[in-house]
Each structure stands twice: as C-alpha cells, then as structure tokens.
C-alpha cells in the first residue's frame, strides 16, 4: 500500500528517553492569544461525514518496515493489536489516550474534533497516545487515522526520539505508520499535532506487535 491509499510515509520512534520522566515534564503549552490567522478548515457536518483511512494489515505492516531496513526480533506474537479511540481511550495493561484543548468528542460517532479559536498557537491542540506493559526489545507499529487539511501538515513525535519531529503532508483521510522499534522500556508515548490546519480530527490508533 502507499500514500494513494492514504497510509502516509514511515514514521519511526526509536527509546532513547525513559518516558516515566517525559510524563513529568510534560506541561500544557500556555495559552497565548493574539490576532487569529484564517486558516483552512471544514464546517463540522463536512467532518463528521469523512471516513477514516485505510488500514494495514500485519503481512504489508511488515513489508513497509523491512522495506526499510529494520529488522524484526519478533519477541511477541506477531500481529496481536489493540484499537484506542476517543470511545475506547483506556485499555487495560496497554495504553490509553490523552487529549489536550479537544474541542469535542463524539462517543456515538467515535471521533474526536480539534478546533482552532482566538489566535490559539498550533500546538495548544495536542493528541498524546500512552502505550503501556511494553516488551523490552520489541517493535510495534502504531496506524494512526486523521483527517485534516491538504494544506496544512502533521506533526509526529515520542517521548523516545529526544525531540525529534517527522512532518507529515496533510490531508483529508491519512492513515500514519508510526513504528516503535526495538524499544528499551515497558511504557512509550507518541504524540500528535497539526500546523496550519483550522480543524483536524482523530479516529483511532491501531497497535500491533510486529
């Protein structure tokens, strides 16, 4: 599968941070305001009505990861995985979901909407994805599914990358392949933003054990 499915380009997180202390550090961006930018963005009954990207499955998870060098250890069962939504954002031993300034979500539907007020800088809006009883060693492949604006893009980072941000193009149904590989810790975050987008919305986080 590529981008013409709508499964974005590769996005790697590699441990380097234990993220016990990233939990404590992470603070809410203030709230700065000032003259708002006009920034594209739909009206809620457009979002509501888009559908989310597609997915991959665990044999063309695998070949988009060893296409790119890496190299499996296979420590867990490969292709177990799990589903955080806004309707489910909790799950037992394995993650959960945080949300900074969501603007709503929606249980009946399962999507949560983040919408751009008063000037508010782009990363007051912020998606945190908690995963947790991690496999030391192991490699997991997170598909995240946004919808966005085309011009605007995603920003992708981890408690584990040291900083480090991949952008992602916008668009309006993106899958986003995010690999956490060959971790040293039992707990990861991966968080997500939006630049230049006046709404964006989330659908769902699918993990699975490569």
């Known amino acids: 599968m590529s981008e013409s499915d709508g499964i974005g380009k590769l996005v790697v997180v590699k441990d380097q941070v234990q993220p016990e202390k990233k939990l404590r550090e992470l603070k809410a961006p203030a709230l700065q305001r000032g003259v708002a930018t006009k920034l594209p963005a739909a009206s809620m009954a ?12 665990y044999k063309d998870a695998v070949a988009l990861v060893t296409g790119q060098g890496f190299t499996l250890k296979h420590h867990l069962t490969p292709g177990e995985s799990f589903v955080l939504s806004p309707r ?7 993650g959960y979901l945080n949300f900074t300034n969501v603007s709503h979500v929606y249980g009946e539907n399962d999507q949560a909407w983040f919408m751009r007020h008063d000037g508010q800088p ?15 060693g192991a490699s997991y492949l997170i598909q995240i599914r946004v919808t966005g604006e085309s011009q605007g893009t995603w920003q992708v ?10 952008t992602v193009n916008g668009g309006y149904m993106l899958t986003i392949p995010v690999l956490v590989h060959d971790i040293r810790y039992t707990m990861s975050l991966v968080s997500v933003e939006a630049r230049n987008m006046g709404s964006w ?10």
């Not at 489910?88 to 394995?94: L, T």
């Open 201 to 210: 919305g989330f659908y769902d986080a699918t993990v699975m054990a490569l």
């Open 157 to 166: 980072r981890g408690s584990d990358t040291g900083g480090v941000v991949t």
């Open 46 to 57: 457009e979002l509501l009505q888009r559908k989310p990207g597609a997915l991959l499955n």
């Open 122 to 136: 782009d990363d007051y809006r912020k998606l945190d994805i908690w995963l947790t009883g991690l496999t030391a």
């Open 88 to 94: 489910r954002n909790y799950v037992e031993g394995h």
